[in-house]
T-cell receptor
Framework: SQTIHQWPATLVQPVGSPLSLECTVE??????LYWYRQAAGRGLQLLFY??????ISSEVPQNLSASRPQDRQFILSSKKLLLSDSGFYLC????????????????FGSGTRLTVV | GQQVMQIPQYQHVQEGEDFTTYCNSS?????IQWYKQRPGGHPVFLIQ?????EVKKQKRLTFQFGEAKKNSSLHITATQTTDVGTYFC?????????FGAGTTVTVRA
């Protein structure tokens, strides 16, 4: 069966420090991978998505970047954190290749709660 | 860009009562998905609707997709304390899901 791992679960970082959040998927090949951010009590904002190794699409201009060095590994990074980067970061995967086909909901990791102080 | 709006933002329900949450998109959707996020947890996929006018049921939950594929609803009957959480709809466009802001449900016993 497929599993998704995301770590760390919580993180407190000072302003200006770097960030690296890692997400790995097991039990599937060539998944679509996503990074979302959820502000407290708010909806989910898509940050990045990837449909293959080395391919990254950015949804919003920001202080963050993403990389996909391996098929089932997705990394979210920042060189210098801002206070506004605080939030709940969620990694997700899906297998749907064409919109509307199949019944592939997104599977989310357990998330990382980031507090920038 | 595509926007998905959900109402109400908060729903306070007496245990045993019914309620409905609504989702509207500014564009026609290829499909719509619903997720549930328990307090402190991560979103969990509930269901996907693809066809115009489609209705699907999961026990006490009834999901509908509008005829124009621009709106959807989730109706819960006989609310239980286990229904507490935030329900998100998400509209599908290409590889991406755009999530609504969610309806946060609290239940009075």
């Amino acid at each position: 069966s497929q599993t998704i791992h995301q770590w760390p679960a919580t993180l407190v970082q000072p302003v200006g420090s770097p960030l690296s959040l890692e997400c790995t998927v097991e039990g599937t090949s060539n998944p679509n991978l996503y990074w979302y951010r959820q502000a407290a009590g708010r909806g989910l904002q898509l940050l990045f998505y990837s449909v293959g190794i080395g391919q990254i699409s950015s949804e919003v201009p920001q202080n963050l970047s993403a990389s996909r060095p391996q098929d089932r590994q997705f990394i979210l990074s920042s060189k210098k954190l801002l206070l506004s980067d605080s939030g709940f970061y969620l990694c997700a995967w899906s297998l749907e290749r064409t919109a509307g086909t199949g019944n592939y909901g997104y599977t989310f990791g357990s998330g990382t709660r980031l507090t920038v102080v | 860009g595509q926007q998905v709006m959900q109402i109400p933002q908060y729903q306070h329900v007496q245990e045993g009562e019914d309620f409905t949450t609504y989702c509207n998109s500014s564009t026609t959707l290829s499909n719509i998905q619903w997720y549930k996020q328990r307090p402190g947890g991560h979103p969990v996929f509930l269901i996907q609707l693809v066809k115009s006018g489609e209705v699907k049921k999961q026990k006490r939950l009834t999901f509908q997709f509008g005829e124009a594929k621009k709106n959807s609803s989730l109706h819960i009957t006989a609310t239980q304390t286990t229904d507490v959480g935030t329900y998100f709809c998400a509209g599908r466009h290409d590889y991406k899901l755009s999530f609504g802001a969610g309806t946060t449900v609290t239940v009075r016993a």
